[in-house]
């Protein structure tokens, strides 16, 4: 127990506190009884030890008189931050009931939460499977969402502040560290689920940054390890990827794509707001949306004209993702299964695979690579085909036509909108075809019907 705890029995105006329930830097965090409403209740009070000190009347007060502005202006943040957090309106981001000033500080009373920290929660759960984890984060990812529409971000999402309710519902605990983006973004890290930007006072948190601590909970609760801390993959990122790490036959390699692309350790490579992550794990059991993607191992669908049949072995599958990988990062899943769909055998899948490559001279090695494991024993190495460059895309429509072709195609199937559009674009003779193309790639079938009658529009233009 805190030495400089207030004692069990202590009357708070109508609370009386029950016992201490967690010790942080900040503050202490106790539960007591509601003596109006009868009802447990978590009270926290704001008590910074480095510059504060309880006295015998269980006042609060600055250590020295050097301490008093510094301890003046986080007794205003915390209010003010309490006022923000009561704003929020959500069943999964912890309520708070009211904040009041006594004892010469500042106290903050939230709902109290029944049930157990994710990291004792899950202990005797692992392995989750793929419902469950929808159950978890879909719920998060929304309450997070209302975070950020406010202007705030939390900046210490981690297994001890995401509590799992008694009914299996979480929710999102303890705000003192979440500040407003235009403020003051002190650093604060959590080793693991922080991301780099929050190592240092300059660095550029946003949206981004709770969402590699979101994506970094998911790491750990698929592979039972904490993800490597932000600072130490700079230079050299060797952290095996949720791809490389978690069961595939427990979850879709779309989603484990999705924790890769949020845990990036550059921010700018990860997603940047919640609606573009949903929209990535679209369809994986993990979003709430009518359109769904079946997984890749999923039973087999009688193919569309032109299409093919083929079954391909799923160890060179996996070879083909985690070599493209290095080229193209966490989408390469989704790119080896759109075109498994295609390929008429196993040198065209790895033909269409290494035309997703830029650069020339790793596209030559990538197909050089797998050359030999999929040509068939009868076909020369003369026989292979070459494919144009990917810059051909842009050579053949204007830009602009490219990047519409993309946002549109991208509210049915997500990121993946982007390497779809270089590849039908380097097909199609007209913009109205290339629609029809793009309209094939999606599942849902009036989806696609919608989609296309743009392309009948297009054609009919003077």
Do not use: C
């Not at 030890?49 to 502005?69: K, L």
């Amino acid at each position: 127990m805190a030495t400089n705890a207030l004692p069990a029995g202590y009357a708070l105006q109508e609370y009386r506190i029950e016992k201490v329930l967690g010790v942080g830097g900040f503050g202490l965090t106790y539960l007591a009884l509601d003596g109006n409403l009868n009802l447990k209740v978590a009270v926290k009070e704001y008590l910074p030890d480095d510059v504060a000190t309880r006295g015998a009347d269980h006042s609060i007060s600055p250590r020295s008189p050097d301490n008093a502005e510094h301890f003046g202006w986080g007794k205003q943040r915390f209010l003010d931050e309490s006022r923000v957090v009561a704003s929020f309106r959500h069943p999964n981001i912890v309520r708070v009931m009211r904040f009041f000033e006594a004892n010469g500080t500042a106290y903050m009373v939230m709902e109290f939460v029944e049930g157990a920290p994710l990291n004792d929660w899950i202990r005797a759960r692992r392995p989750l499977t793929q419902p469950q984890l929808a159950s978890i984060v879909g719920p998060l990812l929304d309450g997070l969402e209302v975070v950020h529409k406010s202007g705030y971000l939390h900046r210490d999402i981690k297994p001890g502040n995401i509590y799992i309710r008694e009914d299996g519902s979480p929710v999102l605990l303890d705000f003192g560290a979440a500040r407003m983006r235009t403020g003051d973004l002190t650093t604060i890290v959590s080793p693991g689920f922080a991301p780099f930007e929050q190592y240092h006072n300059k660095g550029n948190q946003g949206p981004w940054s709770d969402l590699y601590a979101l994506a970094g909970v998911l790491y750990w609760m698929i592979t039972g390890n904490k993800p490597h801390e932000a600072a130490a993959r700079i230079k050299a990122d060797t952290m095996p990827s949720a791809l490389q790490s978690a069961d595939r036959a427990l979850y879709r390699q779309e989603f484990l794509a999705a924790i890769d692309w949020a845990l990036a350790p550059n921010e700018d490579e990860r997603p940047q707001s919640v609606a573009e992550w949903r929209e990535s794990i679209a369809g994986t059991g993990l979003a709430n949306t009518t359109r769904t993607v079946p997984a890749f191992d999923a039973a087999p669908r009688a193919p569309a004209a032109g299409k093919s049949a083929l079954t391909f072995d799923a160890a060179l599958l996996r070879k083909l993702e985690t070599a493209l990988a290095q080229h193209l990062g966490p989408i390469a899943p989704v790119v080896v299964r759109n075109a498994a769909k295609k390929a008429t055998d196993q040198a065209d899948l790895v033909q269409m695979v290494a035309q997703e490559i830029s650069d020339d001279d790793a596209k030559t090695a990538f197909e050089k690579k797998f050359s030999d494991i999929s040509r068939p024993a009868s076909q020369p190495k003369s026989a292979t085909r070459s494919n144009p460059p990917t810059s051909l895309a842009a050579s053949r429509f204007p830009l602009e036509v490219l990047e519409r072709a993309e946002k549109r195609l991208a509210e049915y199937i997500g990121a993946v909108a982007r390497v779809v559009v270089k590849r039908a674009a380097m097909k199609a003779r007209d913009e109205a075809e290339l629609y029809l193309l793009l309209a094939d790639e999606i599942e849902n079938k009036e989806d696609r019907k919608a989609f296309a009658r743009k392309a009948v529009s297009m054609s009919r233009k003077p």
